[in-house]
């Protein structure tokens, strides 16, 4: 794969793949403000198909887990950093894995208005069925399209 032009710098990787995780927007905000992120409840085996310099961006169908008001938003993006998927002590019930994440600045963006442009929905009637698997490989194309609507331009007037 060609190194993605998308990317700020110094976020630019030489080979990396592209992901969406889902989860809803306060599980998110919470993994953004202590670098890190948790798919599947907590289940290890999907971090551990995400390589350092893998581009992530989260997608959360709600505000928070298990609310039926729909949010439908983009709500981070960042790169997966080379630290290895690690379990974390939540709760004696609760011990979830996580992979560390460098999340970019970026602003938290509806689905609808890309879902005609993206591969991964476009033309498909139900285009909410990968995201119930809570992770998936993506295309560079796609990536370029969400990260474009999502990330800051540092310096541009407006933006801080």
């Not at 439908?72 to 011990?95: C, K, M, N």
């Not at 460098?102 to 005609?116: C, V």
């Not at 069925?129 to 295309?139: K, P």
Request: glycine share 8%.
């Amino acid at each position: 794969m060609q190194q993605a032009s998308f990317f700020p710098a110094p976020h630019a990787p030489t080979s990396s793949r592209s992901w969406i995780a889902v989860a809803s927007a306060d599980h998110v905000r919470q993994g953004r403000v202590q670098g890190f992120m948790q798919v599947c409840h907590g289940k290890g085996g999907p971090l551990k198909r995400i390589r350092p310099g893998d581009t992530v961006v989260y997608y959360s169908p709600s505000e928070r887990f298990g609310e039926r008001l729909p949010l439908q938003s983009f709500t981070a993006i960042g790169e997966a950093l080379a630290r290895d998927p690690y379990q974390v002590l939540v709760s004696e019930q609760f011990q979830p894995f996580r992979r560390d994440v460098a999340w970019w600045e970026a602003r938290e963006t509806p689905i609808k208005p890309l879902l005609s442009r993206l591969a991964f929905s476009s033309g498909v009637k139900n285009w909410g069925y990968q995201l119930r698997f809570g992770l998936f490989e993506i295309s560079e194309q796609d990536m370029r399209l969400i990260s474009a609507a999502m990330l800051i331009q540092q310096g541009a007037s407006g933006d801080t």
